[in-house]
């Protein structure tokens, strides 16, 4: 049901963690995956791990127009057409309400909004009819976090941007959803909770699953959602957190 062979799929984010783990979940139903990240060294390593049979990398700041304009042309030029796209860059970093800064609202929300946009606006014109759009979001939209509010903020974002696009592009049947983790074990969650004694297992124990998730438990849906499994779905939200949004 999640067959991908012969599909072309772009993932951002794609060198550690939830993005890494679905471009490998990606290859392995079959299809051809464009990896983009920051690290030249993280993106030949994560292209040698997919196999270069299966991906290859641009290296790119999705925050920069003249590097997701290359993106672009790089698909282009390699004559494949656009099937899939995983929109999953973001960061996060703690800061409650009195000590928000503009540079702090600036780099969430350049990068978690700005970058989905735009990443998505550059390739949109080689999407062809019946491509699937991802947006990573989070239960972030819908749980309160204390020093979590932009991140929060910009992933409700998201999610209303999922339901724009697929109002927007139902006519050339491109479907647009949004995979919504919770706790994840990435690299990124480590270096956020790095030095705090113990909060991220505190606030593990909320789960009701009782453990974070692994990035292939959340890239298992992006697979599904790139498939034809998910059809009929369409501005849809999945929450992959446990149970956290829902308890």
């Known amino acids: 049901m999640t067959d991908l062979t012969g599909k072309t799929a772009l993932v951002t984010g794609a060198t550690s963690g939830i993005g890494l783990a679905a471009a490998r979940a990606l290859a392995r139903e ?3 995956v464009f990896i983009v990240g920051r690290r030249q060294d993280a993106l030949e390593k994560a292209v040698a791990d997919i196999g270069a049979h299966q991906a290859s990398f641009v290296r790119a700041d999705v925050t920069e127009q003249t590097d997701l304009d290359r993106v672009s042309s790089t698909i282009e030029a390699s004559g494949r057409s656009l099937d899939i796209v995983f929109a999953n860059a973001g960061i996060n970093e703690f800061a409650t309400l009195g000590d928000l800064t503009w540079a702090h609202q ?3 929300f350049d990068t978690n909004v700005g970058g989905i946009v735009f990443a998505v606006q550059a390739v949109l014109p080689l999407l062809g009819e019946g491509a699937s759009i991802i947006l990573c979001g989070s239960n972030g939209d819908v749980k309160a976090a204390p020093g979590a509010s932009l991140y929060a903020a910009s992933k409700a974002a998201i999610r209303s941007l999922a339901r724009s696009w697929a109002a927007e592009l139902v006519d050339r049947r491109i479907r647009v959803n949004v995979v919504a983790p919770g706790l994840t074990e ?6 956020l909770f790095a030095g705090s004694d113990g909060a991220l297992d505190e606030l593990t124990a909320t789960v009701p699953l009782g453990r974070r998730a692994r990035p292939e438990e959340i ?3 992006v697979a599904f959602l790139a498939s034809d499994a ?9 929450y992959v957190d446990g149970g956290v949004s829902q308890f």
């Open 30 to 32: 079959g299809a051809y």
């Open 106 to 108: 600036r780099r969430i």
């Open 186 to 191: 990435t690299p990124g969650l480590a270096d």
């Open 219 to 221: 890239a298992g849906v």
């Open 230 to 238: 998910s059809s009929y779905m369409n501005g849809s939200e999945i």
